[in-house]
């Protein structure tokens, strides 16, 4: 499984020490990649796709606002490229690179 945590939240509670202990209290979102087969771009693409659609749930601020703003985005651009980081996947770092072409 891998966890998504809205990188601004968790950026502003480790520099700031009030809010150090509350990194656990960010939104996060849990995607299961069990079974998927990393060889398959269709299959990894499915998994991106995911990625990026539970990066922009757990970034969206539109409690305050109603309008997708540049933070938002920061956010789950933030948190998209930590999550190929983590699965740290060769097909699944060139799609996120732009390397493999759209289907």
Same mark, same amino acid.
């Given at each position: 499984?891998?966890?998504?945590?809205?990188?601004?939240?968790?950026?502003?509670?480790?520099?700031?020490?009030?809010?150090?202990?509350?990194?656990?209290?960010?939104p996060?979102?849990v995607?299961s *990649? /069990?079974g998927?087969?990393?060889?398959?771009? %269709? =299959? @990894?693409?499915?998994?991106?796709?995911?990625?990026? !659609? +539970?990066?922009?749930?757990?970034?969206?601020?539109?409690?305050a606002?109603?309008r997708?703003?540049?933070a938002? *985005? /920061?956010?789950?651009?933030?948190?998209?490229? %930590? =999550? @190929?980081h983590?699965?740290?996947?060769?097909?699944? !770092? +060139?799609?996120?690179?732009?390397?493999?072409?759209?289907?």
């Open positions: 499984m891998l966890r998504l945590i809205c990188a601004a939240t968790a950026l502003l509670a480790a520099s700031t020490p009030a809010f150090a202990a509350d990194v656990s209290a960010a996060t979102r995607i *990649v /069990a998927v087969d990393f060889r398959d771009a %269709a =299959a @990894v693409r499915q998994v991106y796709s995911q990625i990026k !659609t +539970a990066a922009s749930s757990v970034c969206d601020n539109y409690a606002i109603s997708v703003t540049q938002d *985005v /920061a956010c789950a651009n933030k948190a998209v490229s %930590a =999550a @190929v983590t699965l740290d996947r060769p097909l699944l !770092t +060139a799609i996120h690179q732009g390397r493999v072409p759209a289907v």
